[in-house]
């Protein structure tokens, strides 16, 4: 009997891959499929919007791609600024200060000759120029005190003002500043006897230019000629005016005192502070600016 050959075994059919198969391959296929990254497309600005180049205020300064202009020289710029102003207010104070010193000069003199007159009269009358320091001194003469005071910084005033709608200052930018010096006036013994709640008045404020011109103006009791400040240059003659006009004015402007209802009471602190009963006053003065 003859043998028959033995049947190979059928192959099982193949599974399904699972699912930790399926991932593991996933990236693979993945990678075969990635495609190359596309282009963005530019997005046109608005037409309100500006790629160049922009100032602070967001106004534009270049267009897109043009070169950006060089700031401005911000050195020279301080520098112009220098020379023309502060070289300018520099000067001015130099010429006020020139004719402080000359105000110095003549009150002295004018004391000296006061004194020569006075004390054969009488020597109780006293008349004493007191320097203060360098930018103030004082005249006692009699019951009455001139402070002259002379300010540090230079100023300017509005276009409508004293000397600044003339033709001389329009001419010249550098003449609308100005050095100042004041005279007031006060009680002699308000100064010695430190009443503090006396008041001093302004009699004359003397204005000087960087030409060494002047503008005075102050109390109509100076009587002053009117003259335009182109005109006016600082002389000793005409600061021997100012402080001869001035003491005129504090002597003719005499003391007023207090009506009887005023001081029938005074507190602890008035008499504590040296304060008298009766507390006089000057009359004051009437101003007058114009001098044109």
Known sequence: MAKTAPKKPTEAPAAPPTEAAAESAAPVAKKSRKKAPAVAEAVPLPESEHSGATATNNEPMAEPGSPIPPPPDRLNQIFEGLKQKSTAKQAIFRNTQGAFDCLRLVSQELVLELSRKLTPLDASVIIEYRPVNEMEFHIR????????????????????????????????????????????????????????????????????????????????????????????????????????????????????????????????????????????????????????
């Open 141 to 292: 003469f009699s019951g009455d005190l001139l402070v002259f005071v002379m300010h540090s910084n230079i100023i300017t005033f509005p276009d409508d003002y004293g000397p600044m709608p003339t033709g001389y200052v329009d001419a010249d930018f550098r003449r609308r500043f100005f050095g100042h010096i004041m005279a007031y006036n006060f009680m002699a013994d308000s100064i010695k006897y430190q009443r503090l709640n006396d008041n001093g008045y302004l009699v004359g404020r003397l204005l000087v230019n960087i030409e060494n011109h002047y503008f005075l103006e102050g109390v109509q009791q100076l009587e002053l000629p009117n003259n335009d400040m182109s005109d006016n240059v600082v002389t000793e003659e005409a600061m021997k005016l100012f402080v001869e006009s001035a003491m005129i004015a504090a002597v003719n402007n005499d003391l007023i005192a207090q009506p009887l209802t005023e001081i029938q009471k005074i507190s602890v602190k008035q008499k504590l502070e040296n304060q008298q009963v009766s507390r006089t006053s000057k009359v004051g003065f009437s101003f007058s600016n114009q001098q044109m």
